[in-house]
T-cell receptor, first 115, second 112 residues
Framework: DAGVIQSPRHEVTEMGQEVTLRCKPISGHNSLFWYRQTMMRGLELLIYFNNNVPIDDSGMPEDRFSAKMPNASFSTLKIQPSEPRDSAVYFC???FGGGYTGELFFGEGSRLTVL | GENVEQHPSTLSVQEGDSAVIKCTYSDSASNYFPWYKQELGKGPQLIIDIRSNVGEKKDQRIAVTLNKTAKHFSLHITETQPEDSAVYFCAAGGSSASKIIFGSGTRLSIRP
């Protein structure tokens, strides 16, 4: 079975450019999470979708960040404009069922470097 | 909100010895405590979890203990092997409406 698929795996961009990260969750999972991982702040939840609806976006850093889930098999995380402090590994995770108390299946991450 | 502290940040043990990682949490309403293992270049993967209605859970060489009164829980790995080398994260969460908060991670190295 295919796991959570993220693209791109690596992205290097210049400050001010738009960045779009993509995620395909595991088929049948109805919850999707975007996390950011940095050395300083560890694993932070950015946003959580349930049945394609954003439930909790309190972790989204600021208006430069936006996330969408147009259907059950696709989600995007967009940063516009990007800044060097956005450099991090961004993980998408999916799970079955609602809420936060089930197993999270993580993708392999998208490593973003903003110069 | 919930706060999870994890210790130590790095741990080196001889192959075959045991490793223990400890976490404390602040929110007494938390009732779900998963542990994730992250290998280099990969996403975290669940290795074991425990809910507040039990005090201990074991799965082969790994076990987790929970002390709700003291608000701490621990991961125990026995008979460590080279493939146990990774970063381990504890986490805590409450009801379905309460997000999971991750600890800062422990980098475990197994010496041959």
């Amino acid at each position: 079975d295919a796991g959570v698929i993220q693209s791109p795996r690596h992205e290097v961009t210049e400050m001010g450019q738009e960045v779009t990260l993509r995620c395909k969750p595991i088929s049948g999972h109805n919850s999707l999470f975007w996390y950011r991982q940095t050395m300083m702040r560890g694993l932070e939840l950015l946003i959580y979708f349930n049945n394609n609806v954003p439930i909790d976006d309190s972790g989204m850093p600021e208006d430069r960040f936006s996330a969408k889930m147009p259907n059950a098999s696709f989600s995007t995380l967009k940063i516009q404009p990007s800044e060097p402090r956005d450099s991090a590994v961004y993980f998408c995770a999916s799970s079955f069922g609602g809420g936060y108390t089930g197993e999270l299946f993580f993708g392999e991450g998208s490593r973003l470097t903003v110069l | 909100g919930e706060n999870v502290e994890q210790h130590p940040s790095t741990l080196s043990v001889q192959e075959g010895d045991s490793a223990v990682i400890k976490c404390t949490y602040s929110d007494s309403a938390s009732n779900y405590f998963p542990w994730y293992k992250q290998e280099l270049g990969k996403g975290p993967q669940l290795i074991i979890d425990i809910r507040s209605n039990v005090g201990e859970k074991k799965d082969q060489r790994i076990a987790v203990t929970l002390n709700k009164t003291a608000k701490h829980f621990s991961l125990h790995i026995t008979e460590t092997q080279p493939e146990d080398s990774a970063v381990y994260f504890c986490a805590a969460g409450g009801s379905s409406a309460s997000k999971i908060i991750f600890g800062s991670g422990t980098r475990l190295s197994i010496r041959p």
